[in-house]
């Protein structure tokens, strides 16, 4: 069974649009991209739009790769201290020479709706699309076994805090090649490797969140093996699963700093 984000992410959309106008709310987003990275201008367009169509209103900052790391604080320092800018993101990854740790924590926590600060408001929209995603499946979550596959400590461990609470148990792994996998009720995969996960490694009835965006030949491909097609599995597709609701969160905080900052 596919567990269809794009479905959900548009009834969010249509939701946040209709408080927007209610509320005679401007939300106002900014997006900091550094440097010519064809998928980071991918993903910048997605949210351009999707922010125009519900009434926010994005202001793109093109940086070159040449530019100062003192300019982008510079240029963040700017944005936080403007009243009608409620979110900043930073467009990911950022060239090498950047050190994306200082110039995401130089944002204030209550614009920081990517929610990558200790410290943010917000949770992460990613976070928030993965549990939404779970929750589809209508399973009942509780007691359930949990295996993030992830190298980033920074995206796993808040994921981690977030199941737990939902009395979920929950790994860590680098390598899908664990045999945790196997005896997993939920798969969250995160490792950027295009098929890694086999059907044999899922078990029967297991949840599979596939986070994992590959592009190949300007097509995308997850971390899950295009060819599963069992009815036993629920499972986000690549794309439209986890991608288009991240998205729909991301605009549901700025409208929500937005809600409160007036």
Do not use: W
């Not at 794009?6 to 408080?19: C, G, H, S, V």
């Not at 060239?95 to 920081?112: E, G, Q």
């Not at 097609?229 to 998205?247: A, E, I, M, N, Q």
């Amino acid at each position: 069974m596919l567990l269809n984000g794009k479905k959900i992410a548009q009834k969010i959309k249509k939701r946040l649009k209709n408080n927007i106008e209610r509320r005679k709310l401007i939300p106002g987003l900014a997006i900091i991209l550094i440097g010519k990275n064809p998928n980071s201008a991918v993903y910048v367009r997605l949210k351009q739009k999707a922010s125009k169509n519900i009434g926010i209103k994005c202001q793109t900052f093109l940086l070159s790769s040449k530019c100062r790391q003192k300019d982008v604080l510079n240029l963040i320092e700017k944005l936080n201290n403007d009243p009608k800018t409620h979110g900043i993101i930073i467009q990911m990854p950022v060239p090498k020479r950047f050190n994306p740790d200082l110039l995401v924590n130089s944002i204030l926590p209550s614009k920081d709706i990517d929610g990558f600060q200790k410290k943010s408001k917000f949770v992460s929209p990613t976070h928030q699309a993965i549990i939404r995603l779970m929750k589809a499946s209508k399973q009942n979550l509780k007691n359930k076994k949990a295996i993030i596959l992830s190298k980033n400590p920074i995206f796993a461990n808040p994921l981690k805090n977030l199941l737990k609470n939902l009395s979920i148990e929950t790994f860590y792994e680098v390598s899908p090649h664990h045999k945790n996998i196997c005896e997993a009720d939920i798969i969250i995969s995160a490792l950027g490797k295009p098929n890694i996960i086999k059907p044999k490694m899922i078990k029967k009835n297991a949840i599979v969140i596939d986070v994992g965006y590959s592009r190949i030949n300007n097509k995308l491909f997850g971390d899950v093996d295009s060819k599963i097609k069992r009815k036993d599995v629920f499972l986000s597709p690549v794309p439209g699963g986890v991608g288009p609701l991240t998205v729909a969160y991301l605009l549901k905080n700025v409208y929500l700093s937005a809600r409160n900052i007036k």
